[in-house]
């Protein structure tokens, strides 16, 4: 067995050795041949490769180009119809809204009418909170400047509410966690 294995690498290691030669004698030939050229035929050859590479940079070049042009297109596609899920989240609220209105001129019961605007809020907050829109957090929050706006300081707080959010004046939103309103908020000091 070790044998027929040593008789296998013998014949691999002969055919790798006829396979190198082969290549070396290919590359001397084109070489010989190479040699054997005019600098006429040569320049031929130069001029000709020249063209085909000209050639080549132009298919690149408007290659190219056409990708810059479709790319921008779909960017400005994206810009114009990017908010089209926003509006359709939200088209079935104003639907709610334009039918709570006409019943709420005749309504005799407030506290319908009240149930009816908070369920109308919850979807409206659901259909934000599905783009990626969501309520900054305040109550008893640590002041962050970069979530929260100090829009007034409430003096005389106890040691454990200093510089933390008292009271939330206007909620703040993030986008996506970006935020793209600051909840303004009055600080304990």
């Known amino acids: 067995m070790a044998e027929e294995l040593k008789d296998k690498e013998e014949i691999l290691e ?14 001397e030939a ?4 190479e040699a054997e050229k005019t600098p006429e035929e040569k320049l031929a050859l ?10 080549q940079a132009l298919y690149k070049q408007a290659e190219f180009e056409n990708y810059r042009k479709r790319t921008i297109k779909e960017k400005a596609d994206l810009i114009l119809n990017g908010s089209k899920s926003a509006v359709t ?13 006409p019943s709420m001129k005749n309504a005799e019961d407030v506290a ?24 900054i957090e305040t109550d008893g929050k640590d002041f962050d400047v970069d979530l929260h706006e100090a829009v007034a300081q409430v003096p005389g707080v106890p040691d454990e509410q200093k510089g933390r959010v008292i009271d939330c ?8 966690d970006h935020v793209i309103r600051h909840a303004k908020v009055a600080v304990g000091m």
């Open 14 to 27: 002969n055919e790798e050795q006829k396979e190198t030669q082969g290549a070396q004698a290919e590359n």
């Open 46 to 55: 130069a001029l000709a490769e020249i063209e085909e590479l000209k050639t």
């Open 169 to 176: 004046i206007e909620k703040g939103y993030t986008l996506n």
């Open 89 to 101: 989240a939200l088209l079935p609220i104003v639907d709610d809204l334009e039918r709570a209105l």
């Open 112 to 135: 319908a009418v009240a149930e009816g605007v908070e369920l109308i809020y919850q979807k409206f907050l659901k259909a934000l909170n599905g783009l990626g829109v969501k309520q």
């Open 30 to 33: 084109a070489e010989a041949q």
